[in-house]
């Protein structure tokens, strides 16, 4: 099973991004999906999740910016950033609970992207 995320890239304070992630491999099932981020010197927090059935929640300085989706037939789990803020600069990390083919459930992480909000 592997998580490739997408999306990232330099933008200006107030402008917006949306990363995709994608998982792959023998899959059965797919459960909760998320969003992490980490910044400099800080620890990795939870930006946003979503289950299976598409109920959210969000970490309180993204509500109301920041939208989780999920496409269950692409295995697929997006995060659409508005208003970005300098703040919110940090490397997001896709996560997932997977079934696999060769396993059961077990939590996976993609490799990160690099999001910058700069003037």
């Known amino acids: 099973v592997q998580l490739q995320a997408s999306g990232g890239g330099l933008v200006q304070p107030g402008e917006s991004l949306r990363l995709s992630c994608v998982v792959s491999?023998?899959?059965?099932?797919?459960?909760?999906m998320s969003w992490y981020r980490q910044a400099p010197g800080k620890q990795r927090e939870l930006v946003a999740a979503?289950?299976?059935?598409?109920?959210?929640n969000y970490e309180d300085s993204v509500k109301g910016r920041f939208t989780i989706s999920r496409d269950n037939a692409k295995n697929t789990v997006h995060l659409r950033m508005e208003s970005l803020k300098p703040e919110d600069t940090a490397v997001y990390y896709c996560?997932?609970?997977?079934?696999?083919?060769?396993?059961?459930?077990?939590?996976?992480w993609g490799k990160g992207t690099q999001v910058t909000v700069s003037s």
């Open positions: 996560h997932a609970y997977v079934l696999g083919r060769n396993a059961g459930w077990a939590p996976y």
């Open positions: 491999g023998s899959i059965f099932s797919i459960r909760d």
């Open positions: 979503i289950n299976s059935g598409g109920n959210a």
